[in-house]
């Protein structure tokens, strides 16, 4: 999908939306009620869960806070290993490099790993408009190439179709009798997906982490398409999001133990490649050429300031799972390629649409997505302080009008003539009259029959 659902559109309608679609709430609660419960019983097999969530959050803020040396060494390194390096500052730099790559090559066909930063800069729609073909070959990610539609879940991105579905797009595709038996579906795509492995020119991945201390990129995966994308086309580029690397092996370790666990209840997953360089002399598999794409796009911007943790992000996916928000209106209610509490966040600090600054309300700050979180980011504070900056932001009126009701419900004779009032109005004047819009989409609760709780008190009712 070209076009960002964020432009144009606001929150409440996106979200409007998604509730109404009962048939993708099924699918939603369906993946995320069991991707939740694996995650609980794979977190109890240890008996130290809370002390490596420590121990992340502490290596994570250390690493984000030497980002700019630890990342040089990351790039000595894949130098070193006959790799090539491009510092993107934002999506134009990093899409021109890649196309650039492409064209130097004369390729024709691109096959590519799940990658949601590649997402985030909307690398296919470059490539494509330079005439190349390009072919999602994760499952999930070929689903929703096939839909024309946006990733709804950051670790699986057609988490909203079920398999019923899958099986008529595929039929659409391949103008079949497909059933939604899931062994048929993933033969059918197998089937689709092997030739383009075997003939394409250009291979494109993302990257879970980098390792600095030998210039290594790593791609934890749970299909083979991942080692596929790496070594079969002749020319392999990576793109990793400039906070994605860990200094030395054993900090890969402990990442490892903590994001197959939260992202889908599994103590390793299936695949977990590293790919340090181009092939050698007297090697049999690998790429001629290895590209390194490190992008920044809005994230040094955060260094330093009070959103810097949010940098500390492995992208596991735990937060969407256990969020009551995401799990009512889907990721597309979002607007952008990350959704969920993690997305609410993230959207904000790097992508500058207008839309994108009210995600910060798409949360009830319930604090399930911190507890969720195997690196232990506050999510619930970073989003008060976004509603805190788009306050700050919204002028006079809207600040004037919180002022007067915090002054007023701090004292109780003011409180309960605001109430009364609050109510009477209510049922009087329309909804979405006040300055912020808050009262749109609610109603004012009627008095219950005998008059309120305090009246009932005084009375001795109760």
């Not at 911007?301 to 256990?322: H, K």
């Not at 700050?365 to 932001?393: F, H, M, N, T």
């Not at 609610?442 to 008095?447: A, F, G, L, Q, Y």
Request: hydrophobic share 40%.
């Amino acid at each position: 999908m070209s076009q960002d659902l964020l432009t144009g559109t606001t929150l409440r309608q996106r979200a409007r939306n998604g509730v109404a679609d009962e048939h993708v709430r099924s699918a939603l609660r369906s993946v995320t009620d069991r991707l939740a419960d694996m995650r609980v019983d794979a977190q109890e097999s240890l008996t130290n869960w809370e002390e490596l969530r420590d121990a992340a959050r502490a290596m994570r803020g250390h690493i984000v806070a030497r980002l700019p040396e630890i990342l040089d060494r990351l790039a000595s390194n894949v130098e070193a290993s006959g790799g090539t390096v491009f510092w993107a500052a934002d999506a134009a730099e990093a899409t021109a490099y890649i196309a650039g790559v492409a064209r130097d090559r004369g390729v024709k066909r691109v096959v590519k790993s799940k990658s949601m930063v590649t997402e985030e800069i909307h690398l296919n729609d470059v490539l494509q408009a330079d005439g190349i073909e390009v072919v999602e070959t994760d499952l999930g990610e070929w689903i929703i190439q096939l839909a024309q539609q946006m990733p709804s879940h950051i670790l699986a991105p057609a988490i909203h179709m079920t398999r019923g579905d899958v099986a008529d797009l595929f039929n659409r595709v391949a103008d079949g009798d497909l059933s939604d038996v899931p062994e048929e579906l993933c033969a059918f795509a197998r089937e689709q997906l092997r030739n383009r492995f075997l003939t394409a020119d250009l291979g494109i991945s993302g990257c879970n982490f980098g390792v600095a201390e030998t210039g290594s990129t790593i791609l934890v995966t749970n299909e083979g398409n991942g080692r596929m994308v790496t070594t079969l086309p002749p020319v392999h580029i990576a793109v990793m999001g400039m906070e994605r690397v860990v200094e030395t092996w054993e900090q890969l370790d402990l990442m490892m133990n903590l994001l197959p666990r939260a992202a889908s209840g599994q103590d390793i997953s299936v695949y977990v490649s590293q790919v340090t360089g181009a092939r050698r002399v007297g090697e049999l598999d690998g790429p001629e050429q290895f590209h390194l794409v490190i992008l920044d796009n809005g994230r040094s911007d955060l260094l330093g300031s009070e959103y810097q943790e949010m940098l500390n992000c492995i992208r596991c996916g735990a937060c969407l799972n256990v969020c009551p928000v995401y799990r009512q209106m889907g990721g597309h209610g979002y607007g952008w390629v990350y959704s969920g509490p993690m997305g609410a966040v993230l959207t904000p600090l790097l992508n500058r649409q207008p839309e994108a600054a009210e995600l910060s309300s798409a949360s009830t700050l319930c604090s399930a997505c911190y507890d969720a979180c195997p690196v232990k980011i506050p999510l619930q504070d970073l989003l008060l302080g976004l509603r805190r900056d788009r306050a700050d932001e919204a002028g006079r009126a809207e600040r004037a009008t919180w002022d007067a009701w915090a002054a007023a419900w701090s004292r109780p004779g003011a409180y309960r003539t605001s109430v009364r009032m609050a109510g009477a109005m209510g049922r009087i004047l329309p909804a979405g009259l006040f300055p912020t819009g808050w009262t749109a989409g609610r109603e004012v609760p009627r008095r219950p029959d005998g008059g309120s709780f305090r009246r009932r008190f005084a009375k001795g009712d109760i």
